[in-house]
């Protein structure tokens, strides 16, 4: 039995052509099928719809009243079922991601770049904060995906880790007699230290590996922007805790120092957020792709 959206599509094609064989052939059917599908929609209006002369058929008055309200829906509907395909096809739509300052500029860029290239269509909404602003941001709506720092404590977040990463500290030329010899914690907490501010889940990670061992830090400062850390340390304002990853252009060219330690830091990661809970948009999905594809084929990581 054909659905009532059904039955109101072959209505709107027989009020368009006028004809039962010409809808028939138009909706790949047998006329008796469309024949017996206006009928039944005629029973269950208990209403005329047509009326059937030698050359065909014409609407009814009360045909021509629901051919004007059906065929709007049902153009309503195809025009929604375009836009569907369009947001499937990429060739429409929003890319909603919420990042750091510098996982931005040393992590998300060339994917940026990437997706923009072979999707130009899709617009992007980047929000910017630390990692539990951008938690918020992912809970409420306002972004479909987070790239941030890892580990991250939240058992309705998917979490696809996307680059290993090490937390070290450097120093300028000033402190370059200290690195002589691995230094051990007790030692580099005597240290004029730099640190991002507390609520960085950069700085919560290296504080909490820290305590493990029985170390508390008080910094000497305290930052807002992970390229201050860089530069305060070059002009020998103190060790700075940074990321080696996100350092290489300023320990290649000599502007800082890594300082050894006796004990490394256990590296983490960085990588995707999403709920559980909510499908990925179109977008959102051949993004993570995107980046997943470059992590498989370059850090042996995957979905």
Known sequence: MASKLDLYKIFCKVGKTNSFSKAAESLYMTQPAVSQAIMQLERDLDTRLFKRTPKGVTLTLEGELLFEYANSAINLIDAGEEKILEFKNLTTGELKIGVG????????LPYLEDFRHKYPKIKFHIVNGTTL?????????????????FPLNDPTFEQIPCMDTHDIFVCGEKFKYILSKPLSFKELVKLPLIFLEPKSNSRRYVENQLKSKGITIAPEMELGSYNLLLEFAKINLGIACVTREFSFS???SGLLYEVKLEEEIPKRSIGICFLKSVPLSPASTRFVKIIQGDSIGNRALSL
Request: net charge negative; with cysteine.
């Open 101 to 108: 300052d510098t996982i931005s500029q040393h992590f998300l």
């Open 133 to 149: 602003e951008l938690s918020s941001a992912l809970k409420s709506g306002e972004v479909d995906i987070i790239l941030c720092n």
């Open 250 to 252: 300023y320990l290649n």
